[in-house]
């Protein structure tokens, strides 16, 4: 049996993807994780259900809306003492005018393998590679929402140094979409989710200060869990990133510590 044409042209493009991205992404893993410089993040908006008012949002977005993550960076690098004191840039580049392929549900191991594929064929169509090493794509969808309906899972991948993120297209959302860019920016770089499978921290790696006397209530959010505990089976989510810091575990996971 022959395979029709158009399929033969596929799998022969990702194929060709594959070998390009596997060749570039073993030396990505080590020049973005040796802070030797700032690691550049370039947010690319996507307007996700094309509401008119998302297309304002989108339009209204500036640099500064990202900053704060960068003066975070420049905080957590300080208290986990990393020589590089700037080491995160995340700047706005241009809307998208297309989806990125959604994320498969219930995938098994092949779904995701080709989803990463078309994603980051995807990725590459839109975003052409500049050569940059150091370069984190991150791909945000922007939605107004719908009530009672939670946003997919955003995903931070450190193959190819890309993430995609669901945020909501609102004002009052800002502070909040932060953080989780700063969550997948985090994933790129090799940083570990921190919370169980119905969004609870884990303890003890989940906790921004795991050796605090008495432990709970904890202060602060760890970036890789998101949530502040109150206690062993309560917890709240963090507002902004003034509440959100990077424990020794994810410090070491993301190679600012040994
Ligand atoms: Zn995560």
Redesign the pocket.
């Known amino acids: 049996m022959t395979l029709p044409k158009f399929a033969t042209i596929r799998i022969s493009l990702l194929l060709g993807v594959l070998l390009v991205v596997g060749f570039t992404s073993t030396h990505q893993r080590v020049y973005s994780r040796n802070w030797n410089q700032t690691l550049q993040a370039v947010i690319y908006p996507i307007n996700g259900d094309g509401h008119l008012e998302t297309d304002r949002y989108i339009r209204s977005l500036q640099d500064a809306n990202f900053s704060r993550i960068n003066r975070w960076g420049e905080r957590e690098a300080k208290r986990h003492n990393l020589d590089l004191s700037v080491p995160l840039n995340v700047t706005l580049g241009e809307q998208i005018p297309t989806q990125p392929p959604s994320f498969p549900d219930n995938a098994n191991a092949v779904d995701v393998l080709v989803w990463g594929l078309r994603f980051r064929y995807w990725a590459w169509r839109n975003t052409p590679d500049d050569g940059s090493l150091t370069r984190v794509r991150l791909f945000v969808v922007y939605q107004t929402g719908e009530e009672n309906r939670p946003l997919r899972h955003s995903?931070?991948m450190q193959k190819g140094l890309m993430g995609l993120v669901y945020a909501y297209s609102l004002e009052e959302q800002n502070d909040q979409n932060n953080i989780v860019i700063a969550?997948?920016l985090l994933?790129t770089v090799g940083a570990i989710?921190k919370y169980d499978e119905s969004g609870r921290p884990l303890m003890p790696v989940g906790l921004a200060n795991p050796s605090r006397n008495p432990l709970f209530p904890q202060r602060s959010a760890e970036i890789?869990a998101g949530r502040i505990p109150t206690s062993a089976h309560s917890s709240y989510m963090a507002e902004s990133l003034r509440s959100v810091i990077v424990n020794a575990t994810t410090a070491a996971e993301i190679n600012w510590t040994d």
């Open positions: 995903l931070g969550h997948e994933h989710d890789m």
